[in-house]
């Protein structure tokens, strides 16, 4: 990989230089540790101009119609002046290559406009190494001038959640089933959704949406009382609904940020991050350590066994790792 300084990076991204951008994504995507040291470098340099962004997770099973809606959403925002960036997280993209986001084709209108800028999920790393790289591309994208972020995601595994807490508004695409609306659908997704939408709301499928909509709204008011999320049915294909639902992003960021809410909702995001990186390097640091690495597997063992509780031996580990830590330290 070709690097330019921390300056160029800079103002290239500051600039809106899209080839510039993609390379920043590309630095800070990188594992290596002397492209760590650069890339954080050109974020910090970089903070001031970030956070101005509505960002917006967007999740749903394969087929609900997702990059069908980011097409249609993000090409009537960017005709209203918006620019639009759309990344993704997908879980699966460390193991098969990647199933959302994999090829620019899905979004054909998104991905030959000009204001809009698609880039395909990190496909290395776990899912916290994803994460911790997604949320930075959001803030090049920031401070690159793009003030509509979309995060794709598939609705598997821990990815909903994960994005969740990097967004500011998290909207689940559903599309009617032929029976009980809530099957198949996990119940945390539901938790964290801002809004869902019921997609393929058009012809002969109308009807159904309209059922599956009432159907979800007497559900969401079950399980999460007080705090019902809007329920609304859209149409990527026919692009009906979504000047609406875009209406409703925009309002619920309003009232959020009238009362607090907003800025008390992205400070614990902070927070919550900086704990995520934490335990992403302590979890590096034990399982980098050759001595630790052979006291955990002796232990390992010896709790399999029932030989050792798993409570003293993981003191055992703790004491032994903040002796190592110390030793570190002092050696300087
Ligand atoms: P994804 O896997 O969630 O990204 O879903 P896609 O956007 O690829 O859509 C899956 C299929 O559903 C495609 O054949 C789309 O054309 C179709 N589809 C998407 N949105 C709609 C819609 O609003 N109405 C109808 N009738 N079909 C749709």
Redesign the pocket.
């Known amino acids: 990989m070709k690097r330019f300084s921390a300056q160029a990076y800079v103002d290239g991204v500051r600039g809106g230089d899209r080839a510039i951008l993609a390379r920043a994504i590309t630095l800070i995507e990188s594992e290596q540790p002397a492209h760590a040291e650069l890339a954080q470098e050109v974020l910090e340099a970089l903070l001031p101009d970030t956070g101005g962004a509505h960002r917006v997770g967007i999740s ?10 980011i097409d249609a959403l993000g090409t009537m925002l960017t005709a209203r002046g918006h620019r639009v960036a759309v990344l993704a997280v997908d879980p699966t993209s460390s193991v098969s290559g990647g199933s ?1 986001l994999g090829d620019k084709t ?1 979004m054909s209108s998104l991905s030959i406009d000009p204001n809009a800028f698609i880039r395909p999920s990190p496909t290395s790393g776990t899912l916290g190494g994803v994460a911790r790289k997604t949320r930075e591309t959001i803030l090049l994208c920031e401070a690159a001038g793009f003030d509509v972020v979309l995060v794709e995601t598939v609705g598997v595994g821990q990815s909903e959640t994960i994005v969740a807490g990097m967004v500011d508004f998290f909207v689940v ?1 559903l599309i009617a089933g032929a029976g009980d609306e809530l099957q198949g659908i996990k119940r945390g997704i539901l938790e964290v959704a801002d809004l869902l939408a019921i ?5 002969d ?1 109308r009807a159904r949406a309209m059922r599956a909509q009432a159907s979800y709204q007497s559900a969401l008011r079950l399980m999460r009382g007080d705090a019902v999320p809007p329920v609304v049915t ?5 692009k009906t609904g979504l000047s609406e639902l875009w209406a409703t992003v925009v309002e619920s960021r309003a009232e959020l940020q009238a009362s607090g809410a907003f800025q008390r909702k992205r400070q614990s995001q902070q927070v919550r991050w900086m704990w995520d990186m934490i335990e992403n390097g302590l979890r590096r640091a034990l399982r980098g350590d050759p001595e630790l690495s052979e006291l955990i597997a002796q232990l390992e063992a010896d709790v399999g066994d029932g030989r050792a509780t798993p409570s003293a031996a993981a003191m055992q580990v703790l004491r032994r790792f903040a002796e190592r830590a110390s030793e570190a330290l002092t050696r300087g």
Do not use: M, Y
């Not at 749903?60 to 119609?65: D, F, I, L, S």
């Not at 997609?199 to 012809?203: P, Q, R, T, Y």
């Not at 859209?234 to 026919?238: D, F, K, Q, R, Y």
């Open positions: 749903g099973v394969p087929g609900a119609g997702k990059s069908t809606f959302i899905r695409l997609n393929k709301a058009d012809g499928n859209c149409s990527a294909l026919e």
